[in-house]
């Protein structure tokens, strides 16, 4: 299998459901409630006791993964609380030994598979129960058995589960507040050593770049962030802004409008959108965030001609503000002579994007076919018109642009050039 071909689904996917679900989402605030909120391990030992998981139904969860247009799903299977939702032989703290007595991962990685899902798992590094993992110097032997777990843990993550087609590492660096100049995340973790064996175990799988090496591709947290052209990369973003866990009430989730504007801002760069939401303690789905994830997967079925064919575009080379005119991001595809012009406003019955160089052939709405007409002028001028006065597309209309020859970009005019030319 050759590099290409081993990373074609991913850079194809566009489209992933991140569930991220522990005992930490009985507590209703973080996932991160172990650490902030201090408990003891004792104390979060009793905490986990509440976790049953009686409304966990894996395959409702793809099926609903595979309506809303995902490609790949990714779940917790250990955060940074140590609590395995899989059948480890190396810690007592699992959803197997504990109140559900279930292997989650089993029921999650073959419920992906049957609905033809690609299977990602999660896993954290960290397991804050141990005390290497909050002074690495004064706890060096706990440090040790801590590395050495992680090594076990995911070695039978690779091994008794099937093909795994994901690997999603976090928590390297959330061991002490800071890290230590002296300290090499790579080196701490034995992460040369760990992947090395993960790949022999799964030669096909991606892994993510958060085990202290670059490995497959990058993922930007919480935000926006094209990696440099031909890196692949994935945006992990939460529904609820406040945590990527279950919190009862968050009046500021994203809308489905929001979820799908963020898609096209990640489509404009060439990457994929790796959309999380926190299940309710019991394992069942959150209606407040499916619906809008349900809604936002209804545009991109629309869409999906620019969804799953989007590549970065050279139209964007000079920034938001430069070839796009105001109201629109330029998104590439499979074919230079195609570019997708996704309206994020809307001006009426012309919509205007310039500094475009390249003789247009043809412009089509994405869906529905119908054509658009348009003309060209100078300062690359591109201007769809006759269109009507408000969008029939309820959320963003997507304008298949399609060029005689691949086109570029023309830079912006400096002040002087500007004040010198024809006013």
């Not at 529905?368 to 408000?390: C, H, K, W």
């Amino acid at each position: 299998m050759t590099e290409q071909e081993r990373m074609q689904w991913f850079r194809d996917a566009k489209l992933g459901l991140f569930i991220h679900w522990g005992p930490y989402s009985l507590l209703g605030r973080c996932e991160w409630a172990f650490r902030l909120d201090g408990y003891k391990v004792k104390e979060y030992e009793k905490v986990a006791e509440g976790f049953t998981g009686d409304g966990f139904d894996a395959d409702q969860w793809c099926a609903m993964a595979v309506k809303a247009g995902m490609k790949y799903i990714v779940l917790t299977a250990r955060h940074h609380d140590g609590y395995c939702l899989f059948d480890s032989k190396v810690s007592h703290n699992t959803s197997v030994k504990g109140t559900p007595k279930r292997d989650f991962i089993r029921e999650y990685t073959d419920a992906a598979r049957r609905a033809g899902l690609k299977v990602g798992l999660y896993y954290s590094l960290v397991d804050w129960r141990y005390k290497g993992a909050w002074d690495h110097d004064r706890y060096p032997e706990s440090v040790a058995a801590m590395v050495q777990q992680a090594h076990e843990q995911v070695r039978e993550l690779m091994t008794d589960y099937g093909r795994i087609d994901l690997l999603w590492y976090d928590g390297a660096q959330v061991t002490t507040w800071e890290w230590k100049e002296h300290e090499d995340i790579a080196e701490f973790w034995r992460a040369r050593e760990l992947n090395a064996m993960v790949r022999g175990l799964q030669p096909h799988i991606v892994i993510n770049n958060r085990s202290g090496t670059v490995e497959d591709y990058v993922t930007p947290e919480r935000k926006i962030e094209a990696s440099k052209e031909g890196l692949p990369w994935e945006s992990c973003l939460s529904i609820c802004p406040l945590s990527w866990s279950y919190v009862p009430d968050s009046p500021n989730r994203k809308t489905a409008a929001a979820i799908i504007r963020d898609l096209i801002e990640i489509a404009a760069g060439g990457g994929n959108l790796l959309l999380n939401t926190g299940p309710k303690p019991d394992g069942s789905m959150n209606e407040t965030e499916i619906g809008s994830i349900l809604e936002a997967g209804d545009w991109v079925k629309r869409n999906a001609e620019m969804v799953y064919h989007a590549r970065r575009s050279p139209l964007n080379e000079f920034g938001p503000h430069g070839p796009n005119g105001c109201l629109g991001r330029w998104i590439g595809s499979d074919d230079p002579r195609v570019h997708y012009l996704a309206a994020i406003g809307w001006s009426g019955r012309e919509f205007w994007s310039v500094r475009i160089e390249g003789k247009v052939e043809s412009v089509t709405i994405v869906g529905s076919g119908e054509s658009v007409a348009y003309r060209q002028e100078g300062f690359g001028r591109l201007i769809l018109q006759d269109l009507p006065d408000m969008p029939s597309e309820p959320h963003f209309t997507v304008f298949k642009v399609t060029f005689a020859e691949p086109p570029k970009a023309q830079p912006e005019y400096s002040r002087a050039e500007w004040i010198e030319s024809d006013l």
